[in-house]
């Protein structure tokens, strides 16, 4: 007989339940998260013949070792759980034990609504590695960023208005050289001139107009230890966000090398005009992965990517709703995509433009925009051929009535 499990996984420690093909319970479990403890895990789910275990992520450390022991795992979304609940108590409670036994259930009455993981390959799970740490590290930048600006707001306004990017590299020098009004007292169109020169500048403005940009900027009234405070809370902004920029810079080289020695790397790489969106090209690789398997159809990858709407039906009532449940990252890198193929694309300004014509707003156009191209895409991927606009029927017949 084929034995169930569900895991409710922890910090600390995890709650594994084992469930007969009836629904017996046959075993209920804390489990330390240590290595003694997931190997005892293993050890006994392989005793009590485990072929199926149910928990609520896709990913982990746990979800490594039951795969590696040969164990089908189960990922259920937290919103399914949550619904499943109802079915399983009256009295309103929730614990550990009881999440682990609806997941174990689930897995025994429910696989004709779930589906088992299938893992990607290493090279596209290091590209995820990668293309999220990058994220991360790009959402710390812009916290940082913003908390430098404020900084500069409060006692020096116009170090902030001299450079467009304050965390560019050539405002981060600046503001190390200059990080207060009393460093810059001295500063004149000759001295700031120089200091562009040493750093490479290539923007279009020039000293003059930089130093204007300073000096029109109003005044802050601090005083003294305020401003030498705020002084030092620059420099170690100035210094955080130096480390991160230079660490996102690597990230990104990183990135270009590793999408370009996977599989499906070209295919990807083809769908953007500019060499530089490599990072997006990457994000679509990691996020869709590399299993054909799992988006059998192109309607699985358009809900996955959140750019189809969510059918409400009542009565007479009939709505399209926008839809939450889906992959965040591939959705707003699809998003990516479809912003900017419209800008050179002419069957991609088209969608656009009669989506707007019909009274959509922007976010709206460019998800129906975003769920064409996921058709495209969806055929690319599993055909295992690049972006070709000749072969692309609807653009080239676009192309034919426009002469």
Not at 148 to 165: D, M
Not at 177 to 183: H, M, T
Not at 217 to 226: C, F, H, I, M, S
Request: glycine letters at 8%; proline letters at 4%; hydrophobic letters at 40%.
């Amino acid at each position: 007989m084929q034995h169930m499990a569900g895991i409710d996984l922890g910090n600390e420690e995890h709650r594994f339940v084992v469930v007969d093909g009836d629904g017996v319970q046959l075993e209920q479990r804390r489990i330390i998260h240590s290595e003694d403890g997931l190997q005892l895990l293993v050890r006994r789910l392989l005793g009590l013949a485990v072929v199926r275990v149910a928990l609520e992520r896709p990913n982990g450390l746990v979800v490594d070792r039951l795969l590696e022991a040969g164990i089908a795992v189960v990922p259920v979304h937290p919103n399914q759980l949550a619904a499943a609940r109802e079915r399983y108590r009256s009295g309103g409670g929730k614990s550990d034990g009881f999440d682990a036994y609806v997941l174990a259930e689930l897995a025994r009455t429910d696989m004709h609504r779930l589906r088992v993981l299938e893992p990607d390959g290493d090279e596209t799970r290091a590209l995820r590695a990668l293309t999220r740490a990058r994220e991360d590290l790009v959402g710390q930048r812009v916290a940082l960023a913003n908390q430098l600006r404020a900084q500069l707001e409060a006692f020096w306004p116009g170090a902030s208005r001299v450079f467009k990017e304050i965390d560019s590299p050539i405002a981060l020098a600046f503001l190390e050289r200059y990080p207060s009004p009393i460093d810059a007292r001295g500063l004149g169109e000759k001295r700031l001139a120089g200091f562009l020169a040493r750093h490479g500048y290539c923007g279009r403005k020039g000293a003059s107009e930089l130093l204007a940009r300073l000096r029109l900027a109003p005044e802050g009234r601090t005083g003294e230890l305020e401003a030498e405070a705020r002084r030092e809370i620059v420099l170690g902004l100035v210094a955080a966000l130096r480390a991160i920029v230079e660490q996102i810079k690597l990230l990104t080289s990183q990135i270009r090398g590793a999408i370009d020695a996977h599989p499906d790397g070209q295919i990807f790489r083809s769908l953007f005009r500019d060499p530089r969106s490599v990072v997006t090209a990457a994000e679509l690789v990691a996020e869709i992965g590399d299993r054909r398997e799992r988006y059998d159809t192109r309607a699985r990858l358009e809900a996955r990517a959140g750019h189809c709407p969510v059918a409400i039906e009542s009565g007479k009532k009939k709505v399209a709703s926008f839809r939450w449940a889906c992959n965040r990252r591939l959705r707003d890198a699809i998003a990516v995509l479809a912003d900017n193929s419209r800008k050179h694309n002419p069957w991609a300004q088209k969608i656009y433009a009669d989506a707007i014509a019909r009274g959509c707003n922007h976010p709206h156009a460019i998800r129906i925009l975003g769920r064409a191209w996921l058709r495209v895409i969806w055929r690319l991927w599993h055909d295992r051929t690049p972006y070709d606009p000749s072969r692309h029927g609807s653009l080239t017949r676009l192309l034919a009535v426009e002469g």
